[in-house]
């Protein structure tokens, strides 16, 4: 087993809960290792190189940025780096969305029981291709993707102190909203295409973000479909549906167009950003796609 850790998730948190997820691995006599992050994009460095040393369960330890990170270096074009292995999770972020549509747990004494046994299950991963200035770039995503405010937000919670926890991602809202206005989009949804007013396009594979909000209620990582939505809501009904969102109830609506495709794309008439898992990206233009059963998940 390689745990690759980065020891600053959860505002430094990871530490203390390692510690006792180890402490339970000693208990059940499970080998493992452990690979610390020492930069940006390092995860996806480790998971590759224990892939290719012969390690079969990669874990991450951390929130949903070193999940995709971990993701990231487990996929070469489309295809698992080795189909046997498993991917497993010990959340320790300020989000910790993706484990919640598994309903995998966050304390560290059940996390440690998640690791240990053979039960594991294949899911879709989200493929983004993207822009950042002239270059042509591709992410994968476990959890969700956004275009637009979506993506203000994250990139204005990246700044703000960690102590606040999950409610980030709740002040960067209400930061971003005042100066946020709408931007003309084209969605080509494969069958039909959305022409008009767009303030968030949302990309799910899993069903939480933002520290627990239910942004898509319906998605299913074992589908083969991404659950879209395209919001153009405005700043008022955004204020009135926050709530909601927590529950799941913001949909159906009939300013957010729904859809399940295997793949879309987005235009804009001014590049707008991009985030996957919490982490910004690039920039419009861009297209996504599912990956179907390409991440084998502990539970």
């Not at 949903?64 to 991917?87: C, H, R, S, W, Y």
Request: proline share 6%.
């Amino acid at each position: 087993m390689s745990i690759i850790v980065h020891d600053g998730a959860g505002r430094g948190g990871v530490g203390r809960r390692l510690t006792e997820v180890l402490g339970h691995l000693n208990e059940r006599g499970l080998e493992y290792e452990v690979l610390h992050t020492s930069y940006a994009g390092h995860a996806t460095d480790l998971a590759r190189e224990a892939i290719e040393a012969g390690s079969r369960f990669l874990v991450a330890c951390g929130g949903d940025g070193t999940i995709n990170e971990v993701v990231n270096g487990m996929i070469a074009d489309d295809e698992p780096v080795n189909p046997e292995a498993v991917f497993g999770v010990v959340s320790a972020g300020t989000g910790s969305d993706f484990i919640k549509t598994f309903g995998l747990p966050a304390q560290p004494s059940f996390a440690a029981a998640h690791l240990d046994g053979p039960e594991s299950f294949s899911i879709d991963i989200g493929k983004i291709t993207y822009a950042e200035g002239s270059e042509t770039r591709v992410r994968y995503f476990p959890n969700i993707a956004e275009v637009g405010f979506g993506a203000k937000v994250v990139r204005r919670a990246a700044k703000l102190p960690r102590w606040l926890g999950p409610t980030i991602y709740f002040c960067a809202f209400w930061l971003c909203l005042p100066g946020h206005r709408q931007v003309k989009a084209k969605v080509d949804l494969v069958d039909r295409t959305y022409d008009g007013p767009v303030d968030n396009l949302i990309v799910a594979n899993c069903q939480f973000f933002g520290g627990g909000m239910q942004i898509a209620p319906k998605a299913a990582p074992t589908d083969g479909l991404l659950d879209v939505q395209i919001n153009h809501v405005g700043k008022k009904e955004a204020i009135a549906l926050l709530p909601r969102i927590y529950k799941g109830q913001h949909i159906p609506h009939p300013l957010i167009e729904e859809a399940k495709r295997v793949k879309l794309s987005i235009e804009t008439e001014e590049p707008i950003p991009i985030e996957a898992d919490g982490e910004v990206l690039g920039h419009t233009p861009a297209t996504f796609e599912v990956i179907r059963d390409v991440i084998k998940l502990k539970v």
